[in-house]
């Protein structure tokens, strides 16, 4: 399996609604005591068999999928952890397939890949009146999203090794959403 935790590189963004996938991606890590390093595009690290690939592409999330192709072992099953402005806070929704839903770094992961991979979700909220998407994206939550975002990502991190270890997809759906 091939993870994709999608967010923009640097000190900068660390910590901002636009980089939980990266952080997802880093309490997975943490699970599996894995640790990331870098290597061409791409932030990542292999597992023993069965093979288990987190990736922090390190291209902006715009970008994303510009690496996808590099770092998915054929016939691999793949795993997007993204941001999601139409959930709130600390939401998550797990999906197969679909469209990018005007989300930049899907359509850059479908434009390489196809359509045909997991999603994961977590809610970051929509913008206050007024507020750019770009600037509301790019912003760091306030201390009482944050705890609810964190324990999302947790949450997510655990469901998407719980699809890796075989459990059944509807089943980890159910779960995520309790």
Not at 75 to 101: E, F, H, T, W, Y
Not at 152 to 178: I, R, T, Y
Request: proline letters at 6%; aromatic letters at 6%; charged letters at 25%.
């Amino acid at each position: 399996m091939t993870v994709f935790g999608l967010g923009n590189p640097g000190a900068r963004y660390k910590g901002t609604r636009h980089n939980v996938g990266f952080e997802t991606v880093e309490k997975i890590a943490a699970l599996r005591s894995m640790k990331l390093r870098k290597r061409c595009f791409c932030r990542y690290r292999i597992s023993s068999s069965p093979s288990l690939v987190l990736v922090e592409p390190l291209t902006y999330m715009n970008a994303s999928g510009e690496i996808a192709r590099d770092c998915i072992p054929a016939d691999d099953n793949v795993v997007v952890i993204v941001d999601q402005m139409d959930l709130p806070p600390g939401k998550i929704r797990i999906r197969k397939g679909g469209s990018s839903a005007g989300h930049n770094g899907l359509k850059s992961m479908i434009g390489a890949i196809g359509p045909d991979f997991i999603r994961v979700y977590i809610g970051i909220g929509r913008p206050a009146e007024g507020v750019p998407v770009p600037e509301h994206v790019l912003s760091r939550f306030s201390p009482s999203d944050r705890l609810l975002v964190d324990e999302a990502e947790q949450k997510a991190a655990e469901a998407v090794l719980k699809l890796f270890e075989g459990e059944d997809f509807n089943h980890v759906v159910q779960w995520a959403n309790s």
